[in-house]
């Protein structure tokens, strides 16, 4: 029997604390990543560059056999998942459900809060919830290291302020978010839940696979990052967002 | 006799304040943009892929037949310059060379500042300035719309703390930084002069276009804007860098 492998893409580097969360309920499955860092950052662009670009992430994944695709990306999960499924014969999991179910799960008030790249809130994914606001400047906050400090707080006063006491439940939509957890929790106060999609599209295939039977746990896991761009920061990063060294296993690839 | 064009690409819309500045001086020249807004920013990525890319950018332009090519991008300049002259079959002007003599012609003390992306920076150009910083930040912000208030205060205190009371000339090296140059000349002080690569590079032009003795004033100029993704905001931040709406003149283009 083939070993199951599991395929994740996203826009770039984020996706990776996807598949941190995948390796702690699967720690010994095998996995093949996509980061499209060439063309990173998706969430800023048209509907119809993403959807080509999801394309072209699905068909490379699909050429390395992998058992399934996991969009990572909230804005391929929101604008494209549909592009990625006409192009994929193996199951497609987006992140957007998982959390929405979450949240649905969560919420006493009802009223769900979603925070994304502009491309996420201007589509129309995450429709249960009431207050919508985009926080463009995280991600690249994020990416050049602004964790913590006056530079992250002074944008999550300006980007979170709206949720503040109108929510009960805050879906993080940006594979990114995570990072600052920790800092939203503290501006936001404990009232308000988090939702990181991470987990929960880490849970629906985590029980997918129990379903299947499939027997992951024999064997050492051999994963591979696919880039579209390489460079020591980007090997930098990774490491931030997966919290391992992965270099030995990083391989370059022009889509 | 066949009507000059110049040709201009950058990795996004950042090359539109040069065009600017190529206006003031020759209002009348036609003029062919190719701003790859599909794949911007470049200053994150490796040399290799900014080689990639500033190749394909160059035969674009030269499919349009432009009899020259301005790179108004920092980055491609300092990273791919001689790849994009590699390619071409007509005059290529980069804008490192015009804002480096504009410098030293300026400066007193020889000390030079040279503030860019990170690509820039850590490539080896603007090899005379002694002070060099990137400050990658900036691109995002001014993008975003914060081109003044706290959060654009926060990040020049942040660069450019460095070069206070240690340069007396800095060369502004990233397209985006003109639109916030008030607020960095405010916070530097009078006695530090700003050198802006789009000024330079435009009298370059100029001159090289008088030199040829071609009439370009006879007829109305006829501009084409080809980016390669096009969005309400791009077409809104298009405004912001050139000063005039151009969305009738915008063209999509895949590469």
Do not use: W
């Not at 984020?14 to 063309?39: F, H």
């Not at 996420?120 to 964790?147: C, D, Q, W």
């Not at 027997?215 to 994963?223: A, G, L, T, V």
């Amino acid at each position: 029997m083939e070993s199951f492998i599991i395929g994740v893409f996203d826009s770039g580097l984020g996706g990776l604390t996807v598949v941190k969360e995948i390796k702690k309920l699967l720690p010994n499955v095998s996995l093949v990543y996509l980061g499209d860092t060439a063309r990173v950052p998706y969430g800023t662009r048209s509907k119809e560059t993403i959807e080509k670009f999801a394309k072209e992430d699905t068909l490379f994944l699909l050429s390395k056999n992998v058992s399934c695709i996991v969009v990572a990306c909230n804005t391929v999960s929101s604008l494209a998942l549909d592009i990625v499924k006409k192009n994929s014969n193996v199951p497609v999991f987006g992140v957007i459900d998982p959390a929405i179910n979450k949240a649905l799960e969560v919420t006493k008030s009802g009223r769900i809060g979603i925070v994304g790249t502009r491309a996420t809130i201007n589509s129309n994914s995450y429709k249960e919830a009431s207050i919508r606001a985009h926080a463009s400047m995280l991600v690249p906050l994020i990416e050049e290291g602004f964790i913590e400090g006056p530079e992250i707080n002074l944008f999550i006063d300006k980007y979170f302020l709206i949720f503040k006491e109108k929510i009960d439940t805050l879906i993080l939509g940006c594979t990114h978010y995570p990072l600052i957890k920790s800092q939203i929790k503290k501006y936001l106060g404990e009232k308000i839940k988090l939702v990181d999609p991470a987990e929960e599209v880490s849970k629906v295939i985590y029980d997918y696979i129990i379903k299947l039977n499939r027997n992951i746990n024999d064997k050492e896991s051999s994963d591979i990052y696919f880039l579209t761009d390489v460079n020591e920061r980007f090997v930098k990063t990774a490491e931030l967002f997966l919290g391992q060294d992965i270099s030995k296993k990083i391989r370059k690839v022009n889509l």
